[in-house]
């Protein structure tokens, strides 16, 4: 069973996206989809792909994702290799200590 959840505000028209939250399993347990139509131009997919785009997360995998879109939208994003050039910095740290 999945509950239609109301759509993110100020996303109208080409942009809109609406939530689906549904049942993932013993696993996953209670997960969101979010759904987007999809633009003519992007070419042919899949025949289940062909109108929508989709994300399916898990709760923890929403709120990791909403962390890293927040920090996008404040334009604190972390760039891939800037992280990995911090963990190396850290483990040179550690290693000397």
């Known amino acids: 069973m999945s509950t239609e959840l109301r759509n993110v505000p100020d996303c109208n028209f080409q942009n809109e996206l609406t939530q689906t939250r549904f049942w993932g399993g013993k696993d996953r347990m209670t997960c969101i989809q979010v759904t987007q ?3 003519k131009s992007e070419g042919k ?3 289940a792909d062909e109108f929508f785009n989709s994300l ?7 709120r990791m994702l909403a962390t890293e879109l927040m920090l996008f939208a404040e334009g604190r994003e972390v760039d891939e290799f800037e992280e990995l050039a911090q963990q190396q ?3 040179s740290v550690e290693n000397l200590a």
């Open 37 to 39: 139509r999809r633009n």
């Open 45 to 47: 997919r899949g025949a």
């Open 56 to 62: 399916q997360l898990t709760k923890h995998q929403a």
């Open 89 to 91: 910095l850290e483990q």
